[in-house]
């Protein structure tokens, strides 16, 4: 169902975390999320003619988000034109200390799906002369990433996520800040109020089958 | 309810038979393993010989499978030949058994570029695929039963290609398409292995994504993939199934330049299990 539809993503990482032992609470969720899916079964992905085959990743955090064990989740989105091709949600595998190490540990593994979309695309003969473009939220994050400076607050890190230090230095990918109101990897970290889910869905690239035969 | 509405209705369990001497006492099921048969035989699938000493045959059982049209009639009664793969010994009968499908990122980046470019995405299937394999291994099976040569009751036949429930058999097919494909003049993505590009001085001009034994192509020249297609049937029985509107659950529609996809019949099953059709939205 997520091949489809990235506005599912979250919940149904959130739901597959407790799927081995589901309690009433995960039930009721898991009707609210079907509820969802029987209200927008006509969504789709519009792929359209937008000028230009040029690759756009976002990338996001929730720091802390497990209770269990304070684990973050991060979240990617790749877009093409207006609309989404990849995207993932994922609880990071270590514990990040600050909400910047959690951005930064999303980063390294958005920077890996770039590199390897961007290969892609220059087989597919779509030449990306310029460095794919990394959104992130977080100033900090972008911060650590261009310059080994705060070393007090950073020096635990893992060497795996300083990968997005050599992919920015070798102009693989271009970190550049947006505020979160136009973070679209926010879909894959966090549950939304509707207004912002529906804003996200659209900004993906998702919208009903029969509003744009009518343009 | 009547019981004679009952049988109506338990046709499914009827019209399929568990096993050989079953199913031959029905005369579709009978030719049904005839065509199979046949099919192989003409495939130059085996060849009937001696078993040397030091190997063991493999035995082999028919699968029976009625298809049915949408409106529940029979469509085909179809029975299949497998290999009883749990008997290979891994290492000595089969080295790898998997064959690499395309990733969902991968489809989508090519929908998308589709999308952008204003191709047409193709989607062809290829028939009994597994059957095209060519087996490097020596393996030996046992006759079929009903279809034992008479005077040739010891013998066994000797495997040149694939047959199903063969554990290499998805391995096997892998090998032939790609080399088929790079025999096309395709060239062989380094960071998919599923996706095969065909470029010239003009850039682009066809793109296979191979999801076992179907696949997705599009491309700029529209004339080279109607040669693409011909080519292929030469070589494979395949079904052409025009432009793509169902590919591993998702649907797609094109309309002008324009792409969509969702997954409909997979939404369909969600809300049965669940009940949802009585959900207030």
């Given at each position: 169902m997520t091949t489809t539809k990235p506005d599912l993503m979250f919940p149904a990482g959130l739901l597959s975390m407790f799927m081995s032992s589901p309690s009433n609470i995960h039930m009721g969720i898991a009707k609210r999320v079907l509820k969802y899916i029987r209200g927008t079964t006509d969504l789709g992905i519009w792929y359209l003619n937008t000028g230009g085959v040029k690759l756009i990743g976002y990338t996001d955090s929730d720091w802390a988000r497990s209770v269990d064990d304070m684990k973050s989740t991060s979240g990617y989105v790749f877009n093409i034109g207006s609309s989404a091709i990849c995207w993932n949600a994922k609880k990071q595998e270590v514990v990040a200390q600050s909400t910047a190490e959690a951005e930064y540990i999303s980063m390294a593994a958005a920077a890996n799906q770039a590199i390897w979309l961007n290969k892609l695309l220059v087989d597919l003969g779509q030449d990306q002369s310029s460095p794919t473009e990394l959104y992130c939220d977080n100033k900090f994050a972008i911060a650590i990433a261009l310059n080994p400076v705060q070393h007090g607050r950073t020096k635990h890190i893992n060497v795996k996520f300083h990968y997005v230090r050599e992919a920015e230095k070798n102009l693989l990918i271009k970190l550049h800040y947006c505020p979160t109101d136009v973070q679209l990897a926010d879909i894959m970290t966090k549950a939304l109020p509707r207004s912002r889910l529906e804003f996200l869905r659209m900004k993906l690239g998702l919208s009903k089958a029969s509003f744009k035969e009518e343009c | 309810m009547p019981l004679s509405d009952v049988y109506q209705r338990c046709n499914i369990v009827h019209a399929k038979p568990?096993?050989?001497?079953?199913?031959?006492?029905?005369?579709?099921?009978?030719?049904?393993?005839?065509?199979?048969?046949?099919?192989?035989?003409?495939?130059?699938?085996?060849?009937?010989?001696?078993?040397?000493?030091?190997?063991?045959?493999?035995?082999?059982?028919?699968?029976?499978?009625?298809?049915?049209?949408?409106?529940?009639?029979?469509?085909?009664?179809?029975?299949?030949?497998?290999?009883?793969?749990?008997?290979?010994?891994?290492?000595?009968?089969?080295?790898?058994?998997?064959?690499?499908?395309?990733?969902?990122?991968t489809i989508r980046l090519l929908f998308a570029l589709a999308g952008q470019k204003g191709w047409r995405v193709y989607h062809l299937d290829v028939k009994s695929a597994f059957l095209n394999g060519i087996l490097l291994e020596e393996i030996y099976v046992q006759q079929p039963e009903g279809f034992v040569v008479a005077g040739n009751e010891h013998k066994?036949?000797?495997?040149?290609?694939?047959?199903?429930?063969?554990?290499?058999?998805?391995?096997?097919?892998?090998?032939?398409?790609?080399t088929h494909f790079i025999q096309l003049g395709f060239k062989r993505s380094e960071n998919e292995a599923t996706l095969y590009m065909k470029q010239d001085e003009d850039g682009l001009q066809l793109v296979i994504s191979l999801y076992v034994d179907a696949m997705l192509v599009t491309g700029s020249n529209a004339k080279l993939l109607e040669e693409f297609k011909t080519e292929m049937q030469d070589v494979f029985e395949m079904f052409d199934l025009g432009i793509m509107n169902y590919f591993l659950g998702m649907e797609y529609i094109n309309v002008v330049r324009v792409f969509l996809f969702h997954k409909g019949n997979m939404l369909l099953i969600y809300s049965r299990s669940s009940n949802l059709s009585h959900a207030k939205k």
């Open positions: - | 568990t096993n050989y001497i079953e199913a031959t006492r029905v005369l579709a099921w009978i030719e049904a393993m005839k065509s199979e048969i046949n099919s192989i035989e003409r495939n130059g699938t085996w060849r009937l010989t001696e078993l040397p000493e030091d190997k063991k045959e493999i035995g082999v059982k028919w699968v029976f499978k009625t298809k049915f049209n949408p409106d529940g009639s029979i469509f085909k009664h179809k029975a299949r030949l497998v290999v009883k793969g749990f008997a290979q010994v891994a290492g000595v009968d089969y080295g790898d058994t998997f064959a690499p499908v395309a990733r969902h990122d066994v036949y000797k495997l040149h290609k694939a047959l199903y429930g063969l554990k290499q058999a998805p391995r096997a097919w892998y090998s032939r398409i790609d």
